[in-house]
């Protein structure tokens, strides 16, 4: 059976099983442990009569091996969360797994191939300074601009291919991040205020970035217990904050806003409007201030309560961006366009009727590529 995602299938049930490739193999009848290592790494088809063995041998449905799109548990996730219940985290996983294997399905159809990750060489030991000069040099790097918020989602999509999926998570869950060797994916809350959205980006793909060297936890947030978690996660912020607020931007705005003046209500105009140009909560960027130097942490603190009692923020109020992204649901709809795949069942796999699919594909000006 030639199916790209079976010998995958056989390596993750091997290792729950807890059995070495010659184990296996020889259950399976073959005479050399190579026989199973070359269809594990998609270099070998199965046999029907092979996979009948592996059913028997496992228990499992022909499903667990067969469906592409089944969530059977391949890869990690990290979840940014605050304090969800057990079953709701389980719940939004398997949800959000079948998302993913929509998405490796839609690379090997579209023959979309992961680049390599630049390798930060970020470890518990970084300075945050040193974090905010790499933040600095991925801005330069993926030409992100004066206000990166505005390009990351998408170029992160078309350099890394990591998708950036805007979706309605439960509450008390603002995103994720998803890794499985090579691949990666970032799930965020669209229901959240564009700032927090944006900052909650930004950290993730600092999980993506450094995975392997500082994996996160899979319950994932600002205040973790232990020493190791916690330095990664303000390594996570600080990157987040250099990243979204460059340094020479954020002086350039300060000269030009603040060149005199430097009483508290206008700094917290300052904030008030620096937030909605970066695209980030005023909070974000009046710490992000105190950190390069330009005010000092009794006046963020001031400036922010006045704008809690006087002002307002867009970059706080909740503004819904369109269901998944431009860049996965153009690959959907090229399989669907080539006949690949029929509408109803890529509706059915996003948990979303036809007419649904049809909007979604709309919002994002994207020609629906089928007929109602």
């Known amino acids: 059976m030639t199916n790209p995602f ?3 299938r056989i390596a993750l ?6 059995m070495t490739q010659a184990d296996l193999a020889e259950k399976l009848g073959f005479r050399h442990r190579q026989s199973l290592q070359a269809i594990e790494a998609g270099e070998r088809n ?3 009569d092979e996979l009948m063995k592996l059913i028997e041998i496992s228990g499992r449905s022909i499903e667990f091996f067969t469906d592409p799109f089944l969530w059977v548990g391949e890869g990690a996730f990290s979840f940014r969360a605050e304090s969800p219940s057990t079953s709701v985290v389980r719940d939004f996983e398997k949800t959000a797994g079948s998302w993913i294997m929509i998405w490796r399905w839609l690379c090997e159809i579209n023959e979309l191939r992961p680049t390599s990750r630049p390798d930060l060489g970020i470890h518990t030991r970084s300075t945050f300074e040193d974090v905010g ?4 040099r991925i801005v330069s790097w993926f030409g992100l601009g004066e206000v990166p918020a505005m390009k990351l989602g998408p170029r992160l999509e078309s350099e890394l291919l990591i998708p950036v999926l805007y979706v309605d998570i439960p509450d008390g869950i603002s995103g994720a991040t998803f890794h499985n060797g090579a691949m990666n994916a970032i799930l965020i809350n669209r229901k959240d205020a564009a700032g927090r959205r944006n900052f909650d980006l930004a950290h993730e793909f600092f999980h993506a970035l450094t995975w392997e060297n500082l994996p996160p936890a899979r319950m994932d947030n600002d205040q973790p217990e232990d020493k190791t978690s ?3 996660e303000q390594l996570a912020n600080v990157f987040a904050s250099a990243l979204l607020m460059p340094d020479s931007s954020v002086r350039k705005s300060w000269r030009n806003a603040l060149p005199e003046s430097n009483d508290t209500i206008s700094i917290a105009t300052f904030v008030h409007e620096g937030a909605e140009h970066f695209q980030v909560s005023t909070s974000a960027f009046a710490w992000r201030l105190v950190t390069l130097g330009l005010i000092e942490e009794q006046k963020c603190k ?3 309560s006045i704008i809690d009692s006087d002002l307002k923020s867009d970059a706080r109020t909740p503004s819904e961006p369109p269901l998944f992204s431009m860049f996965f649901l153009e690959q959907l709809a090229r399989a669907i366009g080539n006949g ?3 509408a109803r ?5 996003l948990m979303l009727d036809v007419d649904e699919l049809e909007v979604a594909f709309e919002s994002h000006d994207i020609a629906v590529p089928f007929d109602l």
């Open 133 to 136: 000069e790499i933040a600095g």
């Open 345 to 349: 069942k890529a509706a059915s796999l």
């Open 46 to 48: 199965v046999s029907v």
């Open 340 to 342: 690949i795949i029929s």
């Open 230 to 232: 916690k330095r990664r």
């Open 302 to 304: 001031e400036s922010l």
């Open 6 to 8: 079976i010998g995958r």
């Open 13 to 18: 049930l091997r290792e729950e099983m807890a």
